[in-house]
């Protein structure tokens, strides 16, 4: 049985995983995914190569951790909105998703995403568990507590919550990332995030007919 870590080198791993990220994606967005050596991410980030390896072992694993960590939220941001309004709480997480597409090392490793995958059996084998994003995960968690508090019928999260964050991302991302010049501004965001919700609220708002 594998011994468990002390607090100390917990931090330190966590240290450690932080560094190789930012580094792995400044590499990748320099580089591209074939001419960014694994050795190469070590050394710009501080650490050994032994130490890259036994967080992630392929460069497959460390490309996915570094696009989802780039679409990551620290958790002390993205407070969960309380229950009792369900158009507004959506509101807020659909601008938080809004703000997690509009950054730009996410539209840029998503670019790369899509050019290098093909080429790369290993790449396009992972599943990039889009799941993990904390806004996706604070979604679920806020469709559920809804529908505790009698405000909603979600009877599944898991479905409702990525076919919210769709309907944002269809129209405030993916236009972007094809076009590049494509920008909308904070109100016409606003517009389609409240749309959205508004969606959201006529099928599973509590006063809905099922």
Same mark, same amino acid.
């Given at each position: 049985?594998?011994?468990?870590?002390? @607090?100390?080198? &917990?931090? %330190?791993?966590?240290?450690? &995983?932080?560094?190789?990220?930012?580094?792995?994606?400044?590499?990748?967005?320099?580089?591209?995914?074939?001419?960014?050596?694994?050795? &190469?991410?070590? *050394? $710009? @980030?501080? %650490?050994?190569?032994? #130490?890259?390896?036994?967080?992630?072992?392929?460069? @497959?694993?460390?490309?996915?951790?570094?696009?989802? !960590?780039?679409?990551?939220?620290?958790?002390?941001?993205?407070?969960?909105?309380?229950?009792?309004?369900?158009?507004?709480?959506?509101?807020?997480?659909?601008? !938080?998703? !809004?703000?997690?597409?509009?950054?730009?090392?996410? *539209?840029?490793?998503?670019?790369?995403?899509?050019?290098?995958?093909?080429?790369?059996?290993?790449?396009?084998?992972? #599943?990039?568990?889009?799941?993990?994003?904390?806004?996706?995960?604070?979604?679920? &968690?806020?469709?559920?507590?809804?529908?505790?508090?009698?405000?909603?019928?979600?009877?599944?999260?898991?479905? !409702?919550?990525?076919?919210?964050?769709?309907?944002?991302?269809?129209?405030?991302?993916?236009?972007?990332?094809?076009?590049?010049?494509?920008?909308?501004?904070?109100?016409?965001?606003?517009?389609?995030?409240?749309?959205?919700?508004? #969606?959201?609220?006529?099928?599973?708002?509590?006063?809905? $007919?099922?």
């Amino acid at each position: 049985m594998p011994r468990e870590l002390s @607090a100390y080198h &917990r931090q %330190v791993a966590a240290t450690n &995983r932080v560094a190789i990220l930012d580094a792995a994606a400044d590499l990748f967005l320099e580089l591209g995914y074939d001419r960014t050596p694994l050795a &190469r991410v070590a *050394e $710009s @980030a501080g %650490v050994s190569k032994a #130490t890259l390896f036994k967080q992630f072992p392929t460069k @497959a694993e460390l490309f996915e951790a570094t696009v989802l !960590a780039a679409g990551g939220t620290p958790e002390h941001e993205l407070a969960d909105p309380p229950p009792g309004d369900f158009h507004a709480g959506l509101v807020a997480l659909g601008l !938080a998703y !809004a703000e997690l597409l509009s950054r730009p090392r996410v *539209e840029d490793l998503m670019r790369t995403l899509i050019a290098e995958a093909p080429r790369f059996p290993d790449l396009r084998a992972r #599943t990039f568990d889009f799941g993990t994003l904390p806004v996706l995960a604070a979604l679920k &968690r806020y469709l559920r507590a809804e529908t505790e508090a009698g405000d909603a019928h979600v009877d599944d999260p898991e479905v !409702a919550a990525p076919q919210f964050l769709g309907m944002i991302s269809t129209v405030v991302f993916w236009p972007r990332l094809v076009h590049g010049n494509w920008s909308r501004t904070d109100e016409e965001t606003l517009h389609v995030v409240d749309e959205a919700a508004r #969606t959201m609220v006529a099928r599973y708002g509590a006063r809905v $007919s099922l």
